[in-house]
């Protein structure tokens, strides 16, 4: 009897058990059904052959154009060459856009990262840099890009470059210049009417934190806009971003104006040497004559051949005219120092000439006796041009030192008139002549001591004013 009951009582719990584990079993059936796909089927589905996506095709195919959003990220920025015109930076240049074909919602992840390899098998825009001279990927160790591709449908396409792009640079203030480089972002393919190009609204252009460049520096602003090019096949889209560059001139500064100025300023030594020592003098003057001259052509090495001068032109041009001036300055001296002798020497000559005169003059009275009437008017005439043309020579020969304010014939009235013997007595002996024109050449010495300083000065302050405040200026107010 016990034994029924608890029978009894046994059976309505069992078949509750047994019901409640088909329930379960039920339930998790569904679940079973509703488990994501492997990342390769998913992939074939949304971009495979049986997808029925065409990578020949842009998005929105007879629609509205493609917004294709850019940004870049500078890895380095160097090798700023003026002879070519150039410069070369490393970037990451990412492109965002929208390709509704590429939207999902089977696969519970945000975004996908794809392999490199899947680029071939979507649509891309045919971006290409419009001042470009050389270009190329990089492949180690593997392509650098990436392909990312989130659920809404957005194509994130990054990839790293090496980039050689045009700047024309104007180089009237070299080395005191600042540049502006441009990069050009243009559809090659696209007209505006399938394709534009917009940058980033944050952090359109960004710079790696390490970034030094040898020359220059590169402002923090950069100049985003647009360059939409016209030809005519259509109207492109093109963006472009300007970099900002000021040159350093710490390593001009060294290499070419502060040996520039001490080679100046060691021609100046030579105004201090004794004008008799010729050999130091002249070494002195020619030894800085060529190195102001191997100097200058150093500075143009490395510049284009443009037709304009530049501010390091000036600079290397009137230190050369200085140096060269230093020299002259000696000839100049030597040549007053020793004109002394040329008026000892053209005196005495025409001391002499007159002796002969009046010789000639004796011995023709006497033949002019003996000879007939008929020969003697020719003779004279002929006596008298011969010491018309003497004379004419002597004076051509004594111009220059009567431009001095010195006389050929001693007495006359001619040299007591002078300026240099007007507080003279008469019968002036040789040496104090000879003193006088040494002193006149001492004179020019201690006068170019003070005006080639002077000079030079002055020029530097007018020079570093121009380029340094005047200029820099100028460029400030129209960048």
């Known amino acids: 009897m016990l034994l029924q009951i608890l029978c009894l009582l046994w059976a309505p719990f069992v078949i509750f058990l ?56 500078i890895n380095s920025f160097g090798s700023i060459t003026e002879t070519t ?5 490393n970037v990451f240049l990412r492109q965002q856009w929208n390709d509704p074909r590429l ?16 680029l071939d098998s979507i649509w ?3 971006l290409f840099f ?15 890009k990436l392909l990312r591709i989130f659920q809404n449908g957005n194509v994130l396409y990054s990839i790293r470059l090496t980039l050689t792009l045009s700047c024309p640079m104007d180089l009237k203030n070299f080395p005191m210049d600042s540049q502006t480089c441009t990069m050009q972002l243009e559809s090659f393919g696209y007209t505006m009417n399938d394709l534009i190009f917009e940058w980033l609204d944050v952090g359109a252009v960004q710079v790696a934190d390490d970034l030094m460049l040898p020359q220059f520096v590169l402002k923090e602003e950069k100049g985003l806009g647009y360059c939409t090019k016209h030809y005519n096949t259509g109207k492109f889209t093109c963006i472009e971003v300007k970099f900002y560059l000021e040159r350093q001139m710490g390593y001009y500064l060294i290499q070419m104006y502060i040996p520039s100025l001490l080679t100046v300023i060691l021609s100046w030594v030579s105004f201090w040497i004794n004008m008799d020592a010729a050999p130091a003098r002249v070494g002195l003057g020619i030894t800085t004559v060529l190195t102001m001259t191997t100097q200058s052509s150093g500075s143009r090495a490395s510049l284009p051949k443009v037709s304009y001068v530049k501010a390091i032109d000036i600079w290397m041009a009137v230190c050369l005219l200085f140096v060269f001036a230093a020299l ?31 010789t000639v003059t004796g011995d ?29 020579e ?55 001591r003070a005006v080639f300083p002077m000079s030079f000065l002055l020029f530097n302050v007018l020079y570093w004013l121009t380029y340094k405040v005047l200029r820099h200026e100028d460029l400030q107010a129209t960048v």
């Open 364 to 392: 023709g009275k006497v033949k002019g006796n003996i000879m007939s009437g008929n020969n003697a008017p020719h003779g004279n005439a002929a006596q008298q041009c011969s010491a018309c043309a003497r004379e004419e």
């Open 394 to 448: 002597l004076a051509q020969q004594g111009f220059l030192l009567q431009s001095y304010g010195l006389a050929l014939t001693a007495g006359s009235a001619e040299m007591d008139a002078t300026p240099i013997f007007a507080d003279l007595p008469p019968g002036l002996g040789f040496y104090e002549i000879r003193r006088r024109f040494v002193e006149r050449a001492k004179r020019i010495d201690t006068v170019s």
């Open 328 to 358: 002259l300055e000696y000839a100049a001296v030597n040549f007053v120092s020793r004109q002394h002798k040329e008026f000892f020497r053209l005196k005495k000559q025409l001391k002499e000439q007159k002796q002969q005169q009046r």
């Open 85 to 89: 015109m150039d410069y070369r930076l």
């Open 103 to 118: 939207a999902y919602k089977e696969y519970p992840d945000d975004s996908l990262d794809l392999d490199p390899s899947m």
């Open 18 to 73: 047994q019901g409640r584990s088909v329930l379960c079993k039920e339930t998790k059936f569904p679940n079973r059904l509703t488990k994501p796909p492997s990342p390769s089927d998913f992939l074939d589905k949304l971009m495979g052959r049986t997808s029925g996506y065409d990578a020949r095709i842009r998005p929105n195919f007879k629609g509205p154009p493609v917004n294709v959003t850019c940004n870049i990220f």
């Open 124 to 126: 891309k825009p045919d």
């Open 130 to 144: 419009a001042n470009e001279k050389g270009a190329n990927f990089h492949e180690v160790t593997t392509d650098n």
